[in-house]
């Protein structure tokens, strides 16, 4: 196994450790890892909804093989651990989301997060029963890699009709038994929703900052019992809107006042350490 990653994957386990929580940012690809990195932040997260845009498609509208591919881009980027976004784990069976836990590991990513919807608008998560025998076989190959892959297990419960918090703790329980090492679950109304969550579990749960009305400061949530914050397509989202806005301003006036406000080109070279 190779040396560097072990000891990227130490430094990622430890991180939630505590005290406290910590930011995980969200990169798109290997200049904005290179960016967040320069900056300070300690790790970073994919996000399978910015890769897939960038490509030009919908969120889900990736394969595997590309998924691993932008990790692997990330995750060679920087000296930073990265755990990859891997949306359902690519497949129904069990074994499927196995074989994709084994090759993100080879993609050089030291975690990764795996959700329990089916990508079906007529069923859209997967069977109680099912979703837990999907984590439980993504753990089972996670402990198999030689050197803590951290697992993460997310339920989208509330991000569906009739969501109920009741549902939101009986998956995520059931997902810290069958061996995940952090939980999440996005969509959480409030603090208060996310204090019970965090005092239902035993393993550190990651809250997803993004959602308007549903994102609270770092502060609050760690006071609430969050160990990881991620920032899902946040980052992302706020560089195209000040891009759309600038080339609107472009278009409608023909100035170009906006290159006296930006960084140079030298400025983020510099942070990127290039």
């Given at each position: 196994?190779n040396d560097?990653?072990k000891?990227?994957a ?7 450790e505590?005290p406290?929580?910590?930011v995980i ?7 904005s890892?290179r960016l ?5 932040f300690?790790a970073?997260?994919?996000s399978s909804a910015?890769?897939a845009?960038?490509l030009?498609r919908?969120d889900g509208?990736?394969?595997r093989d590309e998924?691993?591919?932008h ?6 980027a920087t000296d930073l651990p990265?755990?990859a ?7 129904d069976?069990?074994?499927e989301?196995a ?5 993100a590991a080879?993609?050089?990513?030291v975690?990764?997060t795996?959700?329990d919807t ?8 997967y069977e109680?029963?099912l979703a837990v ?7 089972e ?5 030689g050197f803590?892959?951290v697992?993460t297990a ?5 991000l ?11 998956r995520?329980?059931?997902?810290e ?9 996005p969509?959480?109304?409030?603090l208060?929703?996310v204090r ?19 994102s609270?400061?770092?502060e609050e949530?760690?006071?609430a ?7 899902a397509?946040?980052?992302w989202?706020a ?5 759309i806005e600038?080339?609107r ?5 023909g100035?170009f006042g906006?290159v006296?406000k930006?960084?140079s080109t030298?400025?983020i070279c510099r942070i990127?350490?290039?």
């Amino acid at each position: 196994m190779n040396d560097a990653l072990k000891e990227k994957a130490l430094r990622f386990q430890a991180l939630h450790e505590g005290p406290g929580a910590f930011v995980i940012p969200n990169p798109w690809d290997a200049g904005s890892a290179r960016l967040l990195a320069g900056l300070g932040f300690p790790a970073l997260a994919t996000s399978s909804a910015a890769c897939a845009v960038g490509l030009g498609r919908r969120d889900g509208g990736i394969t595997r093989d590309e998924a691993l591919a932008h990790a692997a881009s990330i995750a060679a980027a920087t000296d930073l651990p990265v755990s990859a976004d891997l949306e359902n784990g690519f497949g129904d069976a069990p074994e499927e989301v196995a074989e994709t836990i084994r090759r993100a590991a080879e993609a050089g990513v030291v975690g990764c997060t795996i959700e329990d919807t089916t990508k079906r608008a007529e069923a859209p998560l997967y069977e109680f029963s099912l979703a837990v025998e999907r984590i439980a076989a993504a753990a089972e190959a996670a402990r198999s890699l030689g050197f803590p892959f951290v697992l993460t297990a997310r339920t989208h419960n509330l991000l569906f009709a009739e969501p109920r918090l009741e549902e939101t703790l009986r998956r995520l329980q059931a997902f810290e038994a069958a061996g995940a090492e952090v939980l999440f679950a996005p969509g959480l109304p409030d603090l208060a929703a996310v204090r019970t969550v965090c005092s239902s579990l035993s393993k550190p749960f990651n809250f997803m900052v993004g959602i308007p009305g549903k994102s609270f400061s770092a502060e609050e949530l760690a006071a609430a019992g969050v160990r990881r914050i991620s920032l899902a397509t946040s980052l992302w989202r706020a560089a195209m809107s000040a891009l759309i806005e600038t080339a609107r301003g472009v278009r409608a006036t023909g100035e170009f006042g906006f290159v006296d406000k930006v960084a140079s080109t030298g400025e983020i070279c510099r942070i990127m350490g290039i």
